[in-house]
């Protein structure tokens, strides 16, 4: 399994980003995926994850701001970031996992993250 995430950057509070995570080595579409941030001196936070049929599921925190969607034919997830704060500042990863508390024991196996700053 190889994960590598994209997309993120430096933008004001209000701005938007658009992150995405190219999956290889496994059968992409036959696995719900997620994405999970960790901030400095943070603990990891499970924030949305998607199914094989296209549910989804958001943590309170992201509702209404993130969207989370699949590309199955280019085996690539994506998060449709709006309305950034500067709480969202953290490191993104995506995991090949739904379960919120199991995408945390996987830990070792997201990707290597890609980098979200929010300043106000």
């Known amino acids: 399994v190889q994960l590598v995430e994209s997309g993120g950057g430096m933008v004001q509070s209000g701005g938007s980003l658009r992150l995405s995570c190219a999956g290889s080595g496994f059968s992409f579409r036959d696995y719900e995926m997620s994405w999970v941030r960790q901030a400095p001196g943070k603990g990891p936070e499970w924030i949305s994850s998607?199914?094989?049929?296209?549910?989804?599921h958001y943590a309170d925190s992201v509702k209404g701001r993130f969207t989370i969607s699949r590309d199955n034919a280019k085996n690539t997830l994506y998060l449709q970031m709006n309305n950034l704060k500067p709480e969202d500042t953290a490191r993104y990863h995506c995991?090949?996992?739904?379960?919120?508390?199991?995408?945390?024991?996987?830990?070792?196996?997201w990707g290597p993250g890609t980098q979200v700053t929010v300043s106000s």
């Open positions: 995991a090949s996992a739904g379960d919120p508390s199991l995408v945390i024991m996987l830990r070792g196996s």
């Open positions: 998607i199914n094989t049929f296209g549910s989804t």
